[in-house]
Nanobody
Framework: QVQLVESGGGLAQTGGSLRLSCATS????????MGWFRQAPGKEREFVAS????????RHADSVKGRFTISRDNAKNTVYLQMNSLKPEDTAVYYC?????????????????WGQGTQVTVSS
């Protein structure tokens, strides 16, 4: 099983920026579509962004479009989520996930393995 580790979470002010990273020291990620999901307290897990295995296709949830950008560097075996113009409603645990389906899937059921999550908190 591929082991994913998220990093880069923390505290930010409204309007600030954070960059999340998702990396593995196990198998290469180049054959996997990758996605970011988030879950706020008392809320269901929701799609944030996804990227195809080659990086040629990206998708972003309407709630983050224009503010967040997913990218990947397969040579570094790392996926990123650049988060700009942060809002308090972005506060959640953010999870990285991989899918053997190589397209940029937007539903959690398509993903086969997950990281442990990293907390993002945005204050007013």
């Amino acid at each position: 099983q591929v082991q994913l580790v998220e990093s880069g979470g923390g505290l930010a002010q409204t309007g600030g920026s954070l960059r999340l990273s998702c990396a593995t020291s196990g198998r290469t990620l180049r054959d996997y579509g990758m996605g970011w999901f988030r879950q706020a307290p008392g809320k269901e897990r929701e799609f944030v962004a996804s990227i195809s295995s080659s990086g040629g296709i990206t998708r972003h949830a309407d709630s983050v479009k224009g503010r967040f950008t997913i990218s990947r560097d397969n040579a570094k075996n790392t996926v990123y989520l650049q988060m700009n113009s942060l809002k308090p409603e972005d506060t959640a645990v953010y999870y990285c996930a991989g899918s053997r389906i190589r397209v940029a899937s937007t539903t959690s059921v398509a993903y086969d393995f997950w990281g442990q999550g990293t907390q993002v908190t945005v204050s007013s």
